[in-house]
C-alpha cells in the first residue's frame, strides 16, 4: 500500500485463480478475501496492545529496511528525515499476520525457512494473549517442506528469490512458458565444476537449483543428487531442471488458463470463502471480546 485500486483489485482474482491452478480445493480449504474479513484487522489492534515493541524490532524484514538508513534503531523511528521511507505498515504487519493464523486457531502453518521468526512471533503473541486473558489461541506450529524451504534468486544466490526483485531473470514465476524457463536457467548463476553435487556454501548456484529441482519432482534433495550424479556439464544439469520445471508447470498453467477464462467462478469461490471465513472468524472473536472484558 499503496497500489492502484484497479490493478489491486484484479491483482487479487489473479492471485485466488493461480491458487486454484496449484490444487487448492474450495470444498476442503476456505479461500478468501482477508479484507472481506474484519475480524482480522480487529484482532490485530487487541494483540497490538499486548505486543512489546522490542519483539517487532528483532523482525529481521524491518531491520533490513532500516539498513537502507542511517542511525540507530530509536533514531529512524524518531527522526522524521531518517524516517520518511519507513512505514508503520511494515513495522506492524508480523501482528496481523500473528491474527491471521489466530483468528482460525491454525495449529500448523506451511511457511518457507524465512517466515520461521514470524511464526515464533504468533505464537509469543498467543502465548501472552493466554497468560493475560485465559486460554483462547493455541500456539500454531510450522511445517517447512524439506527442499523448498529457502528458494534463492537465480541471479544471486546467496539472495532469496523474490516477486518484488526488479530483475524478472532472478525468479520463477507460475506463467513463464517453456522457453522462458529455459532461459532464465540457463542464465542462473553457477560455477565452473562440471560435476554435481550439494553444498550452499561452496556452491550456493547449484546447490538452489538442486533444490528447485527437488521440489519440482517431490523428492529429497540428496535423491535430487543421486539422479544427477552422472551429469558432467553444466549444461546438461540446467537442462534436467528445467525439464522438471516445465513438466511440473504445465498442469498449473493450462487450468490458470481455464480458470481465467471463468471469472464467475473464481468470484463464487471467494464469496462463498469469506461466508465461511466470517462465521469462524466472528467465532473467535466473541471469545477474544469476552476474554478481554469488551463483552
Request: glycine share 4%.
Amino acid at each position: 500500500m499503496p497500489q492502484d485500486p484497479t490493478t489491486l483489485r484484479q491483482a487479487k482474482l489473479d492471485v485466488a485463480a493461480t491458487l486454484l491452478a496449484c490444487g487448492v480445493n474450495p470444498k476442503h480449504s476456505i479461500l478468501f478475501e482477508q479484507s472481506r474479513v474484519r475480524s482480522h484487522a480487529e484482532l490485530a489492534w487487541i494483540f497490538n496492545c499486548i505486543t512489546p515493541v522490542g519483539w517487532l524490532g528483532r523482525m529481521t524484514q524491518w531491520k533490513s529496511k532500516l539498513e537502507k538508513v542511517s542511525g540507530s534503531h530509536v533514531q529512524s523511528l524518531s527522526e522524521e528525515t531518517l524516517s520518511t521511507d519507513l512505514k508503520m505498515g511494515l513495522f506492524d504487519y508480523p501482528v496481523l499476520q500473528a491474527a491471521d493464523i489466530l483468528l482460525y486457531k491454525g495449529t500448523h502453518v506451511p511457511v518457507g525457512e524465512d517466515q520461521l521468526q514470524h511464526l515464533e512471533l504468533t505464537r509469543d503473541i498467543a502465548k501472552a494473549f493466554n497468560k493475560k486473558f485465559g486460554y483462547v489461541f493455541p500456539k500454531p506450529n510450522a511445517i517447512v517442506p524439506p527442499s523448498a524451504k529457502r528458494i534463492m534468486s537465480l541471479r544471486d544466490p546467496t539472495q532469496k528469490m523474490s516477486k518484488s526483485d526488479p530483475a524478472d531473470y532472478s525468479r520463477l514465476n507460475l506463467v513463464d512458458s517453456p522457453d522462458l524457463v529455459r532461459s532464465k536457467i540457463a542464465r542462473a548463476t553457477t560455477d565452473s565444476i562440471r560435476e554435481v553435487w550439494y553444498d550452499p556454501i561452496e556452491r550456493p548456484g547449484i546447490s538452489n537449483l538442486l533444490n528447485i529441482y527437488a521440489a519440482m519432482r517431490d523428492i529429497e534433495v540428496e535423491e535430487a543428487v543421486k539422479e544427477c550424479a552422472d551429469i558432467k556439464s553444466t549444461k546438461d544439469f540446467k537442462d534436467k531442471v528445467s525439464d522438471a520445471i516445465i513438466e511440473k508447470l504445465s498442469p498449473i498453467q493450462s487450468e490458470l488458463v481455464r480458470l481465467q477464462a471463468d471469472e464467475g467462478y473464481v468470484k463464487r469461490v471467494l464469496d462463498e470463502g469469506s461466508i465461511r471465513a466470517n462465521e469462524i472468524a466472528n467465532s473467535t472473536m466473541e471469545q477474544v471480546y469476552k476474554a478481554v472484558g469488551l463483552k
